[in-house]
C-alpha cells in the first residue's frame, strides 16, 4: 500500500470509529451528516393560515420562512424581505423582497405569492390570522419584489406581526389543496419535511435553497411528540432525543446525568383563565373574589422551581410590554376573597367548580384546586388528552370550561399578544366575544404609535393595564425556557419567543 493509499485507509477507519462512537451516544451525527432529533409537540396544522396556537411558530418556522425575524433582543430584523418602508402617515408599508426565492415545491417565491398569501389569510373560511389581519386592506404586488399591505388606520406593528405565523409565507401552488397543506408544508425555511406521520413525528432535511442556508448547520431533522415528561432525561442519555424542553423539577436530574441544561429568558405567561359566559363567573363578585384568591410566588417556587418570577400580566417582567403599576393590584388575600365569595352568596363549601387542565401540566392544576380550598372553593380536575389539537379544540374554539390554566408564548409583537388573549376574536380570550371598547381604543392608540415616539411604551403599557382590568383571567406566573440537550449540540439559539436553529453545530 501506498503513503497515499495508506493516509486514505486511515481516514477512513477514523470515520468509521467516529460514525460508531456517534451512534453509540446517541445522536448528534449520522453517516450522511449532522442529525438532530426535537422531542416537542407537532404543530396545530402545518399550514400557517389555519395553525392555531403561539406555540406553533417553533415548529412552523422548520419549514417556513416569514417575511421578517426577531433578534435574540427582540429587534426586527430582515428574513425574506430584506427591507420594508412606511408611507408619510404609516397607512402602508412596503416589503422588498429579496432576489431569488424560491419554495421548496421549486416555484417562485415573489410579491405575487406573498399578496396570494395574505389574500388567503384574509379570506379562507378556517383562517386563524384573520383577526391578525383585520386592518389591511388591500395587498398589492408593486414589482417582482415589492408588496405593499395598505392599511385601515395607521400601524407600526406590521413589521413585528410578520416575524411569526402572520408572515410565514407558504406556496400559492401547494394552497390550492389546504387539505394537503395541513399536513405537508411547503415553504421558503431551513428545512423541507420528508415524512409525516400525524401524533408522531415529521422528518425534515436541509432546505439548501433557504436564504440563510449558509448559518443551518443540520443535514437531518426528526421532530417527535415528547414523551412523558418523567422519561425525558432518561431519552437524551440513550441518544433517543437530542433536544427537549424539560420540566424546571427535573433540571437537577439532568445536570446530574452529566447533560447540558440551558436556562434561558422566554416570553411565557401562565394564568388561570375565567369565563364570564359560565356561572358562577357571570357573578362580578365571584370574579372579584378569584381575583384575590391566587399565591403568585407559590406557582414560582412549586412550577418553576424557583426559577420563573409573578406576573399579573400576558407578560413577563422584563419585557418591555410589562407594566409595573399593576403589579400590586390584587394582591394575595385570601381572607378578603372568602368574604367577597360570602357576599356573592357562597359560603365555605358552597360552591363548586371544574378545573380544565392539559394532561402534561396538572400540578398546576393541582396547585390552583389546593389554594381554592383555602376560600372554600370545591372543586374537580378535567384533564384534557394529550394531541396536537385536543386542547385547542376544547379551550380555545369550543371554549367549553368554566375555569383553565393555560398559558401564552411565542408572539412577536405585543399587540398581537395583547389581541390573542383579550381581543374580541382572540384565541386565548376564554369570555370571548367579551372585550371593552376601552381596551380596543387602547391598543388602536399603540398600533398608531412608531416603535420610536416617546409615546410608544407609555400607551403600551396603558393598553395592557386596560386589559389586564377589563378580563376576568388572573395570569399567576411567567417561566423561562429549560432546555436538556445531548452535550454535542452546540450554540443554541433559544430566543425568547421562539427556538431557532441558524447557528446551531453539531460536534
Same mark, same amino acid.
Do not use: C, M
Given at each position: 500500500m501506498s503513503k497515499k493509499s495508506r493516509r486514505i485507509a486511515g481516514a477512513v477507519?477514523?470515520?468509521?470509529?467516529?460514525?460508531?462512537?456517534a451512534t453509540a451516544c446517541g445522536g448528534g451525527s449520522s453517516s450522511d451528516g449532522a442529525e438532530v432529533k426535537w422531542a416537542f409537540s407537532l404543530p396545530t396544522s402545518w399550514d400557517p393560515v389555519t395553525s392555531?396556537?403561539?406555540?406553533?411558530?417553533?415548529?412552523?418556522?422548520?419549514?417556513?420562512?416569514s417575511l421578517t425575524r426577531l433578534d435574540a433582543e427582540g429587534n426586527v430584523e430582515p428574513s425574506l424581505a430584506e427591507s420594508w418602508k412606511y408611507n408619510?402617515?404609516?397607512?402602508?408599508?412596503?416589503?422588498? *423582497?429579496?432576489? /431569488? *426565492?424560491?419554495?421548496?415545491? /421549486?416555484?417562485?417565491?415573489?410579491?405575487?405569492?406573498?399578496?396570494?398569501?395574505f389574500d388567503r389569510g384574509k379570506t379562507q373560511d378556517d383562517s386563524f390570522l384573520r383577526d391578525q389581519l383585520a386592518g389591511v386592506t388591500d395587498v398589492t404586488a408593486d414589482s417582482a419584489t415589492d408588496v405593499t399591505l395598505h392599511l385601515s388606520d395607521a400601524d407600526y406593528q406590521i413589521p413585528y406581526l410578520v416575524a411569526g405565523r402572520t408572515g410565514a409565507i407558504a406556496s400559492p401552488?401547494?394552497?390550492?389543496?389546504?387539505?394537503?397543506?395541513s399536513v405537508w408544508p411547503v415553504g421558503a425555511g431551513p428545512f423541507t419535511i420528508t415524512d409525516f406521520v400525524a401524533e408522531d413525528h415529521a422528518y425534515f432535511e436541509k432546505n439548501?435553497?433557504?436564504?440563510?442556508?449558509?448559518?443551518?448547520?443540520?443535514?437531518?431533522?426528526?421532530?417527535?411528540v415528547a414523551p412523558d415528561p418523567a422519561t425525558l432525561v432518561a431519552g437524551v442519555q440513550s441518544g433517543s432525543i437530542d433536544f427537549a424542553t424539560l420540566p424546571a423539577l427535573q433540571s437537577k436530574e439532568a445536570e446530574a446525568a452529566g447533560l447540558d441544561v440551558t436556562v434561558k429568558p422566554s416570553l411565557a405567561a401562565n394564568d388561570v383563565s375565567i369565563n364570564l359566559n359560565k356561572a358562577p363567573f357571570d357573578n362580578p363578585k365571584v370574579v372579584e373574589a378569584f381575583r384575590y384568591a391566587f399565591d403568585r410566588q407559590a406557582f414560582v417556587d412549586v412550577v418553576t422551581n424557583?426559577?420563573?418570577?409573578?406576573?399579573?400580566?400576558?407578560?413577563?417582567?422584563?419585557? $418591555?410590554?410589562?407594566?409595573?403599576?399593576?403589579?400590586?393590584?390584587?394582591?394575595?388575600?385570601?381572607?378578603?376573597?372568602?368574604? $367577597? *365569595?360570602?357576599?356573592?352568596?357562597?359560603?365555605? /363549601?358552597?360552591?363548586?367548580?371544574?378545573?380544565t387542565a392539559q394532561s402534561a401540566a396538572t400540578n398546576r392544576a393541582e396547585l390552583v384546586q389546593s389554594q381554592l380550598k383555602k376560600i372554600g372553593v370545591e372543586s374537580t380536575i378535567k384533564v384534557v388528552p394529550p394531541g396536537s389539537s385536543t386542547w385547542q379544540s376544547e379551550v380555545y374554539l369550543a371554549k367549553n370550561p368554566q375555569l383553565a390554566t393555560d398559558g401564552t408564548i411565542g408572539r412577536e409583537s405585543p399587540v398581537q399578544n395583547l389581541l390573542a388573549v383579550y381581543g374580541p376574536e382572540g384565541i386565548m380570550n376564554l369570555s370571548g366575544p367579551h372585550a371593552s371598547p376601552e381596551f380596543t381604543a387602547a391598543l388602536d392608540a399603540?398600533?398608531?404609535?412608531?416603535?420610536?415616539?416617546?409615546?410608544? =411604551?407609555?400607551?403600551?403599557?396603558?393598553?395592557? =393595564?386596560?386589559?389586564?382590568?377589563?378580563?376576568?383571567?388572573?395570569? $399567576?406566573?411567567?417561566?423561562?425556557?429549560?432546555?436538556?440537550?445531548n452535550p454535542d449540540l452546540k450554540n443554541l439559539?433559544? *430566543?425568547?419567543?421562539?427556538?431557532?436553529?441558524?447557528?446551531?453545530?453539531?460536534?
Open positions: 477507519i477514523l470515520g468509521v470509529i467516529v460514525g460508531l462512537v392555531r396556537t403561539g406555540n406553533d411558530i417553533n415548529t412552523i418556522s422548520l419549514a417556513y420562512a408619510a402617515d404609516g397607512t402602508a408599508v412596503t416589503f422588498t *423582497l429579496r432576489d /431569488g *426565492l424560491t419554495f421548496s415545491d /421549486g416555484t417562485t417565491l415573489d410579491s405575487q405569492a406573498v399578496k396570494a398569501f401552488t401547494a394552497a390550492a389543496d389546504p387539505q394537503k397543506l439548501p435553497n433557504y436564504w440563510d442556508a449558509g448559518n443551518i448547520h443540520i443535514d437531518h431533522f426528526e421532530l417527535s424557583g426559577l420563573g418570577s409573578t406576573t399579573s400580566q400576558p407578560f413577563p417582567d422584563g419585557y $418591555l410590554a410589562f407594566n409595573p403599576e399593576i403589579e400590586k393590584i390584587w394582591n394575595y388575600d385570601p381572607d378578603k376573597a372568602s368574604r $367577597l *365569595l360570602a357576599e356573592a352568596g357562597y359560603g365555605p /363549601g358552597q360552591l363548586s367548580i371544574e378545573i399603540v398600533r398608531r404609535t412608531p416603535l420610536e415616539d416617546p409615546e410608544y =411604551k407609555p400607551r403600551l403599557w396603558q393598553a395592557v =393595564k386596560v386589559g389586564v382590568e377589563q378580563s376576568p383571567t388572573n395570569y $399567576l406566573f411567567s417561566n423561562p425556557w429549560v432546555i436538556v440537550s439559539n433559544i *430566543l425568547p419567543s421562539q427556538v431557532r436553529w441558524e447557528g446551531v453545530t453539531v460536534s
